[in-house]
């Protein structure tokens, strides 16, 4: 018989070969992803025709065909969309598959199943799967897919192979040539609210932007719109009467019809992302069969199992408050001291919601504590414009009675860890370009002399710092609230969702 030392010792090892080919299995996906910036050929497409050959390859045209989808498209809120409807079905007993993106701190954020991220097991045997039958038939003429392109094909091997009854979608960027629009007949198609992001491939203007995430409409599939600005508005309904189908717009859900429970995901905002599920999975479950389960009208109370969905629904890095617990175990007698305001807002519009939903969290946390101090960690891709979002974030918070005492910019952490890789970032001192958040901190300055609002945040009347690294600002930020202790940290992280998931991996340690 095993002696028991045996046994941990085969399993400590299983664990370490596991852990080397999911390293292994990150490495490949890190190679998809393809160098050039994603508006080199603006979005006409590039070479989109062969996702068909790629379905073909990996034997999913017909599993496609079968699958009973919903599509949704938009700028803000198709995340929280997909996830509300997701929840809504799984709750009223229906086996889902929900695809989104970005992931926060592991790939297989991305492949939810019945609202679970894939297990590694299933994950690594779907990953070779297509990898292997894809690096067999590509060539020179047929190059293997770009890293989300082949995120969009392994959600369909994974939703196929496990017979999920509804597969979520949630467009990758814009509509028309994204790759989960190979999908010709979803069962309902959504577009969450539009505003300005992506311009740089998607168009300068909210109507060419709302004509690309247009395209997910299809002949003879029901859509329903979250309100929208009439300039976007007028090309959506466009573009559904071309194809001869019924645009819906959907009111936002209202609280009494929820019977006195709170969403899932909070902020003001989630209301409308609400409304827009609750069409969608009510469409979903009419189109099946299931008219029984639908609400009777727009206004009374919803059925129980809708309540129970929107209630219990969950996304990591949208409205997210996370103590920190290093700090806050140090402090047992009294409120926490250090505490994170997630929020992965990265377009104008959604900074606004992110300032309100700050200014109104903290308030709360503020009555059970006199001192606090409010202090910005931000960092944004350098594709989007800091002017276009720092002024929204700032005016909106000023509005609503929060001044920021202090703003931190620092790089993502992510530039060093593959796709949520186990491994950490370099710990020795590398060469980093700091030019982006020098000028991010250049336009925060502005925005304080301009306004005229400046507050002393420290003895030495410093209003921004640039860290080399996201842990050094996390360093310094629990030095700084262990060293004050009745004072309460309130720090907002925002401007991209990779920041997000970069803080929160290093919170989890």
């Known amino acids: 018989m095993e002696s028991s030392s045996t046994t941990a010792a085969a399993a400590l090892h299983a664990g370490g070969v596991a852990e080397r080919e999911y390293e292994e299995v990150l490495g490949r996906l890190s190679s998809l992803i393809t160098q050039k910036v994603r508006a080199d050929t603006g979005n006409r497409g590039n070479q989109w025709d062969l996702m068909g050959r790629y379905l073909q390859i990996l034997e999913l045209e017909e599993p496609i065909a079968r699958m009973k989808v919903i599509h949704v498209a938009g700028t803000k809120g198709k995340g929280s969309t997909c996830t509300f409807t997701e929840s809504i079905l799984r709750s009223c007993g229906f086996r889902t598959g929900l ?92 577009i969450s609210s539009l505003g300005y992001d992506h311009m740089e491939i998607l168009g300068n203007t909210l109507g060419e932007i709302a004509g690309e995430k247009a395209g997910i409409f299809k002949k003879g599939v029901p859509a329903y719109t979250a309100p929208q600005p009439e300039e976007a508005m007028v090309v959506l309904k466009r573009r559904a009467s071309e194809l001869g189908i019924s645009l819906q717009v959907v009111d936002p859900l209202k609280p009494h019809q929820l019977k006195d429970q709170h969403l899932g995901l909070q902020g003001e905002h989630q209301y409308e992302n609400a409304g827009l599920a609750v069409a969608l999975a009510s469409t979903w479950l009419e189109k099946q069969g299931h008219v029984d389960r639908m609400p009777l009208n727009h206004t009374d109370p919803l059925p129980d199992q809708f309540i129970r969905g929107l209630s219990s629904a969950s996304l990591q890095g949208r409205a997210q408050i996370v103590p920190d617990s290093q700090v806050n175990s140090e402090e047992k007698d009294r409120d926490s001291s250090l505490v994170f305001y997630l929020d992965g807002a990265h377009s104008p519009e959604s900074m606004e919601i992110c300032a309100r939903w700050f200014s109104h969290a903290t308030k709360e946390q503020s009555q059970t504590c006199s001192k606090s101090r409010k202090i910005l960690l931000f960092n944004c891709m350098s594709v989007r414009d800091p002017m276009r979002l720092l002024p929204h974030l700032v005016d909106t918070a000023t509005q609503n009675g929060v001044h920021f005492d202090l703003a931190l910019f620092v790089p993502n952490q992510s530039q060093h860890n593959k796709l949520g890789s186990k491994a950490s970032a370099p710990a020795g001192p590398e060469q980093i370009d700091l030019s982006w958040q020098l000028s991010l901190q250049a336009v925060w300055e502005k925005l304080l002399n301009d306004d005229n609002k400046g507050s002393n945040s420290t003895d030495s009347g410093e209003t921004s710092l640039v860290f080399e690294s996201l842990p050094l600002a996390i360093e310094w930020l629990r030095k700084n609230a ?11 992280v925002t401007g991209s969702l990779h920041l997000i998931g970069d803080v929160l991996r290093l919170l989890k340690k």
């Open 482 to 492: 262990v060293e004050d202790p009745s004072t309460s940290y309130q720090v907002l």
């Open 99 to 190: 695809f989104t993106s970005p992931h926060l701190m592991d790939v297989r954020e991305r492949f939810r199943l019945d609202g679970v991220d894939i297990s590694e097991e299933k994950f690594l045997k779907y990953f070779w799967c297509c990898w292997n039958k894809l690096k067999e038939k590509t060539d020179d003429d047929i190059p293997m897919p770009a890293y989300f392109r082949f995120m969009a094909l392994l959600a369909f091997k994974i939703f196929s192979a496990e017979q999920v009854d509804v597969a979520l979608l949630e467009v990758g960027l814009g509509g028309k040539f994204d790759a989960t629009n190979v999908v010709k007949s979803p069962v309902v198609c959504g």
